[in-house]
Structure formats: structure tokens, C-alpha cells
């Protein structure tokens, strides 16, 4: 392998199985998948919902990736990359199975969310799925939990993770074995009630295509259409859902046994594909789909695809990267650029004046002003809750020159940039460690502020100033003709602000 090349080892340790690709990265960019393994382990198996990995679960698991640990560096790799997702996430045992891993297999395994999951899935599939110009639903039902995602080639606008997985719902609803029309009928109403709100979000952004990833939907085309190759490593093939309906009743009759034999299906696979069907049924029935497209690709080429993308920003460093790429996507999602260059220089002149009241760096105050240019940019998508449409656009934008960290910190800074302040029941606020939390506060609380003096987006308030006067901050909106409207706006924004930084706060306008 030439010495600018790299080798890497991606390990996707989910609720079923655990599969591990190696992929040499190209110079310029792209990578070719040298190796693939797969162990249907079932992590998940006699656990989930609040209980812990079962011994014999965690000796699976580690004797796996014993095994696969000693493929990659057979391979000479230059790095591991293992995350985990709902089965683990959900362990109250998981530093155990962690510990337990990297003692005696040597892997260091990262624990992610089901948005980030979702995420390096929605990755490999635009590598995998031409999309053009269309908006794509991507629906990956794993073992524990089902990833939704909408977005285009460029960007995702909307990401969910439900605990809609195959072997979850074949646990709870006894469907491992022939299945009961009682049990089906209860699977069914439970998909539809955990799934009716994310597919309504789904169906009000609108669709083009929907593409399904992962072994279930893989095994699902190949025995609805008759196809060989049941576990889905070979070409994208089209599931109609007229056909998943005709051979779902055959699949709830059969027994584990009989599934297996007369599908060439893995046993353990067996005993959760009626499960798998039924989510996949009602999925598509709740955001009006009738076909999806079953893609062999699936989070750990995402992994890949990640490694490789983060690989090119640093190799290529920071400073007018970052404003490019940041640039880019605000003119792509036709944000207003006068409004946002305003309120990203009035946010950074509040910024340098309460420094003493914020203690935070200039590397603070450079994802504050990359907040404040895109903070409207869920407009494009829809004017009602952009914000949070906004959230997910910085979060899944891939803007260059940034780490994962930062982008969580822009996209939260730029989501509470109105309505709500930071909510420790918001999941995406939850997600992030105390020290990004109190970062996020701190910044969103000066972009609210800085937001309200151009409400009007016509730059009525041209400067601010900050006076501290005892226990009382005076912000002093120096101004080109009457703001009014903004600065009630303000006065309103900065109710946060004060409770926050314990001041009482007060405006004046010269």
C-alpha cells in the first residue's frame, strides 16, 4: 500500500450483529473496502429495555471482536474505529462490556446516539444510492432501534431514532417463532403509535424515494422478490409494499425453523424477520411509500466515509476553510446574508464586552459568529420551527475545518437562537456533555439578544454597547432610525440572558 494511503477498520457493534468492514483510503478522496466480516452475535438477545447484556450475550460479543480485532491488524491498519449503538447504549451493564472488550480484545469502543447513527447510515447511502435532486427517506431497522432520515445529497434536514428494531419488537411481542394474529395486531399498534409522530414530520417535508439499509430490509428484498443472496451484499433491489404484505402472513405461519429452510435465511435472522416486516409494513404505510429501495450499505461504510472526510479537513487546515464551507451553506439554504452578517457581528460585539461575565475563549466566539450567519437556515425548508430544522442542517452539513464537537455546539447555539432556551428534556441538548451544555447556553443566550436588534432585518440598530452598572447590565442599541419593534424584541430575548448570568437587564437606544 503507497505511504499517502490509509487503512482503516470500521466495527459496527449493533443490537443483531456486529460486521466490520476494512477500506484503504484513496489519495483525493474515496476509499475501496478491502475486507468484510460479519458475526450475527444478538447482543440484544434476553436484554433491551432497561436490562442488562446477559453473560453469555457479552462473551459473544467479545469473542467476536476478539476475532475481527485480529483480522484488521493482520491487515496492517492504521486505526479501529468501533462504535455501539442501542443494545449497548441502553445496557445499565455497558462499562463492563466495555471494559471487558478492550482488556481482552483490545478495541476501544465509542458509545453513539441514534441521531449520530443515523447519520453515518444517511452518509453511506448518498455514496451508495443515486439521489439527484431528490429528498430521500432512509429507513435502517436494526435490532434495537430504527433510524429515520430526510435529506438530499447535500444535506439532512431531519434524523429519528425509535426503539422499533427487529429483535426488540420480536422479544416484546413473542414473534421469534409462529406468530399469534394477536401478537402481530399488538406489534403493529405499537409501531404505529411510537412512529406516527416522526412520520408526520416526514410526510409534511415531503418525499421523492425512500431507501432501506440493513440486514432485515436486505433479507426482507430478497425473499419478497425471490432473489438469491438473502443477507443483501450485492446489488440495490426495489421492495414494493403490495409484496412485503403478500408474504408477511407466510412468514408469521412458518416457524423460526421453517423460515430458515425455506428462505436460506441465518436461524437467528429467522426468528426476527416477521418483526422486521411489520415495522417496514407499517413504516411505509404511515409516510404513504410504496416502494423502497434495499441498499447493501449501512453505517460502518458511513463510518468510513466520516473517517476519510475528517482525514481531508485537517490535512487541508482551518481559517478560510471553515468560512467557505460555512459560506457555502448559508447561500445554499438562501439564507439572508445582510440579516446574518449583522447579527453575527452585533452577537460578537456583545461577546467581546461580557467577557468577564461569560469566561469563554476566541474559540467560542468563532462558532457564536458561525451560529449567528446560519441561524436562519431552516427557512428554506419551512418558515414554522426552522430553528429546529436549522439544527439538523448544521448538524449533518459536513461543514468543513470543524470537529464533530463544535458542530454539536453551532447547531445548538443557532437552534435556541429563539423560542425556548436550552431544555435539559430536549434530546439534542441532552446528548451533550456538561461543559458543551454551559457553552451552549452562555452563546445562545448573547445570539438571542444580538437576533432581536435585527428582527426586522433592515439593520435599524447599526451597534451595541454593554454597561455594567452594579449588579445591572445596560445594553446600549446605538441606532440608524426608530427600533422600536427590535428593541421589545430584545428586551423579551434577554429574559434568558438574565436568569442565566444573574443580572438584572435593561435597554436604552441612542
Known amino acids: 500500500m503507497p505511504q499517502n494511503e490509509k487503512r482503516f477498520a470500521a466495527i459496527d457493534i449493533g443490537t443483531n450483529s456486529i460486521h466490520m468492514i476494512v477500506a484503504e483510503a484513496r489519495e483525493g478522496g474515496g476509499y475501496r473496502v478491502v475486507d468484510r466480516e460479519k458475526e450475527m452475535v444478538q447482543l440484544g ?19 467476536a471482536l476478539t476475532r475481527m480485532n485480529g483480522i484488521a491488524q493482520r491487515w496492517e491498519v492504521d486505526e479501529v474505529i468501533a462504535v455501539a449503538t442501542s443494545a449497548v447504549r441502553e445496557a445499565p451493564n455497558r ?19 441514534g441521531e449520530e447513527e443515523a447519520d453515518y447510515i444517511f452518509r453511506a447511502v448518498r455514496t451508495a444510492v443515486d439521489i439527484g435532486s431528490s429528498t430521500a427517506l432512509c429507513i435502517d431497522i436494526g435490532g434495537g432501534s430504527t433510524e429515520l432520515v430526510v435529506g438530499t445529497t447535500d444535506e439532512i434536514y431531519f434524523t429519528a431514532s425509535e426503539p422499533l428494531g427487529s429483535l426488540r419488537l420480536a422479544q416484546r411481542f413473542a414473534l421469534t417463532d409462529r406468530a399469534l394474529a394477536r401478537n402481530i395486531q399488538q406489534c403493529r399498534d405499537f409501531v404505529r403509535r411510537r412512529a406516527a409522530k416522526p412520520a408526520k414530520q416526514i410526510r409534511r417535508l415531503g418525499i421523492d424515494m425512500v431507501v432501506g439499509t440493513s440486514g432485515t430490509i436486505q433479507a426482507l428484498a430478497s425473499i419478497c422478490c425471490q432473489t438469491a443472496d ?11 409494499r403490495e409484496k412485503l404484505a403478500e408474504f408477511l402472513p407466510q412468514l408469521a405461519a412458518m416457524t423460526a425453523a421453517e423460515r430458515a429452510e425455506r ?28 416502494t423502497i429501495i434495499a441498499c447493501p450499505v449501512a453505517m460502518r461504510e458511513g463510518i468510513v466515509e466520516s473517517r476519510i472526510a475528517k482525514l481531508n479537513r485537517t490535512s487541508k487546515g482551518g481559517g478560510s476553510l471553515r468560512r467557505k464551507s460555512v459560506n457555502a451553506l448559508a447561500q445554499r439554504t438562501d439564507c439572508d446574508l445582510r440579516h446574518a452578517s449583522h447579527v453575527a457581528r452585533l452577537a460578537s460585539r456583545i461577546f467581546d464586552q461580557t467577557r468577564e461575565l461569560h469566561g469563554l475563549d476566541d474559540g467560542a466566539r ?61 434530546p439534542n441538548f441532552a446528548e451533550l456533555t456538561p461543559e458543551m451544555q454551559s457553552e451552549v447556553q452562555r452563546l445562545s443566550a448573547i445570539l438571542r439578544i444580538a437576533e432581536a436588534l435585527d428582527r426586522g432585518h433592515r439593520q435599524r440598530v447599526r451597534d451595541v454597547a454593554v454597561r455594567a452598572k452594579n449588579r445591572k447590565l445596560v445594553f446600549v442599541a446605538r441606532t440608524r432610525s426608530d427600533a422600536s419593534v427590535e428593541i421589545t424584541s430584545a428586551v423579551k430575548r434577554a429574559k434568558f440572558f438574565a436568569s442565566l448570568f444573574e443580572k438584572r437587564v435593561a435597554f436604552e437606544a441612542l
Open 45 to 63: 438477545l434476553s436484554s433491551l429495555d432497561g436490562q442488562p447484556l446477559t453473560d453469555e450475550a457479552i462473551d459473544r460479543g467479545v469473542a
Open 95 to 113: 462499562r463492563d462490556f466495555l471494559r471487558r472488550v478492550k482488556n481482552e480484545a483490545g478495541v476501544r469502543i465509542r458509545i453513539i446516539s
Open 230 to 240: 438473502p443477507n443483501g451484499s450485492g446489488a440495490l433491489r426495489e421492495l414494493s
Open 263 to 290: 428462505f436460506s435465511i441465518d436461524m437467528r435472522r429467522a426468528t426476527t424477520i416477521v418483526a422486521g416486516a411489520i415495522a417496514l409494513d407499517e413504516l411505509m404505510t404511515l409516510v404513504h411509500a410504496n
Open 366 to 426: 468563532e462558532l457564536l459568529r458561525v451560529a449567528a450567519v446560519l441561524h436562519e437556515s431552516g427557512m428554506h425548508i419551512s418558515d414554522r420551527g426552522h430553528h429546529r430544522h436549522t439544527y439538523y442542517l448544521i448538524r449533518h452539513a459536513d461543514l468543513r475545518g470543524f470537529t464533530e464537537e463544535q458542530l454539536l455546539v453551532i447547531a445548538n447555539v443557532a437552534r435556541y437562537y429563539r423560542k425556548s432556551p436550552p431544555d435539559p428534556e430536549h
